[in-house]
């Protein structure tokens, strides 16, 4: 399941690369050009976190207040796609954050926090450590079915799966298990047997239709049912226009179709996050419209940014970034290998497919034949990839 829906490894070789990409920082030119839109502290949620940071600051050893604060700032991130609040989900965690045997909840949310910054052995250490201790934590069998998925695991995430049964609504089930069948060689049934639980599952929260809905959005997109893709994304999209996952994932569906004016609208007052920026980027530059350039710079200066700061989150991004607006497939490849080093979703398979194919890379290109092979994974949007790579799906 996608992590924005539930939570979201630094990857050291990236240092071979470091040097090419960093650039002069981004300065505007006009000094009335917004660079960022904060959040105003007049905003409910906004308020909210500074009422609870304030009472953790006058009892900062109490876990529960920690807990439900560092739970509330990993939402925001999954909502904005601004990572920032991750680094102060970990703050209110501090008094624990280095202890081998912290309370449960610390470790769930802290193999949250690690897997969103992409440090995977040690999120599945927490967690195997939280089931140990309490077999029927529903979050945390979900979150390393998740984590399992990412990597390539798909034997290991569907035991995890397994383990939600008596535990988890039948729907959660049935989606964690439908979306690892769905990247594994089971793509048209998985998305079937998903939508007709979907269709049955009415009383479901909202937040878990969103889920499910994204989900099979994403399913339709990649079995090429592009009716269906339109229609679950549009239902998700009805109930919460603010998700960064869902925006991402609708819009690469839009983009795909040749919409990029909806993805345009869509996204205009939504670029804080990184990946919404991109897309919105692409859909300007497929436009030829005014302001593309200046949207594609603003994405350079971050990506150069994140770059000195050793942050390596958001490689795929950044290889998508350089492979269509920068029309660099060698640094494109390099990026998009570094990337499946660390993770295994189909989103990161197909710029590595992309990038392999635009960039000639015969390593790139073995690792796209070997995992079409070891997962069975069916796509229908890497086909063009595929074609000009002479790869059979």
């Not at 912290?102 to 470790?107: D, G, K, N, R």
Request: with cysteine; hydrophobic share 45%.
């Amino acid at each position: 399941m996608p992590p924005s829906f539930l939570l979201r490894c630094l990857c050291t070789a990236l240092a071979c690369f470091v040097a090419p990409l960093h650039a002069a920082p981004y300065i505007p030119t006009d000094g009335k050009q917004v660079v960022e839109r904060l959040p105003s502290r007049l905003d409910p949620v906004q308020r909210e976190l500074l009422r609870l940071r304030a009472d953790l600051n006058k009892t900062p050893n109490d876990v529960k207040l920690a807990s439900t604060l560092a739970q509330r700032y990993i939402e925001q991130a999954r909502l904005e796609g601004d990572p920032r609040y991750l680094g102060y989900a970990e703050a209110a965690l501090k008094p624990w954050w280095k202890l081998a045997a912290p309370p449960e909840a610390v470790l769930v949310l802290r193999a949250t926090i690690r897997q969103s910054t992409h440090d995977f052995p040690e999120a599945l250490a927490d967690l195997d450590q939280a089931v140990k201790r309490d077999s029927d934590n529903v979050q945390a069998w979900l979150t390393r079915a998740t984590v399992q998925m990412i990597t390539g695991d798909f034997a290991a995430a569907k035991a995890s799966c397994m383990r939600l049964y008596s535990r988890a609504p039948q729907l959660v089930v049935q989606t964690c298990l439908s979306n690892i069948a769905n990247v594994s060689g089971q793509g048209p049934a998985s998305y079937q047997q998903l939508a007709a639980a979907f269709a049955a599952q009415r009383e479901a929260t909202p937040a878990i239709r969103v889920w499910v809905a994204t989900l099979l959005g994403e399913m339709a997109a990649r079995a090429g049912d592009t009716a269906g893709a339109d229609r679950y994304f549009t239902q998700a999209l009805a109930a919460d226009q603010a998700d960064s996952y869902l925006l991402a994932a609708y819009s690469d569906f839009l983009l795909d179709q040749g919409r990029a004016q909806e993805v345009a609208r869509l996204l205009k007052d939504k670029t804080r996050a990184d990946a919404l920026l991109l897309r919105y980027a692409l859909a300007l530059h497929a436009l030829r419209a005014d302001g593309a350039a200046e949207q594609v710079e603003a994405l350079r200066a971050r990506f150069d940014a994140a770059m000195l700061r050793g942050d390596t989150v958001h490689q795929r991004e950044q290889a998508r970034f350089e492979l269509s607006l920068r029309r660099d497939p060698v640094l494109a490849v390099k990026l998009a290998m570094l990337n499946w080093d660390v993770q295994k979703e189909p989103a990161d398979f197909r710029i590595l497919a992309d990038a392999a194919a635009a960039s000639g890379d015969a390593l790139a290109r073995a690792l796209v034949v070997n995992w079409l092979k070891q997962s069975g994974l069916q796509d229908k949007t890497v086909a063009p990839a595929l074609r000009r790579l002479k790869v059979a799906a």
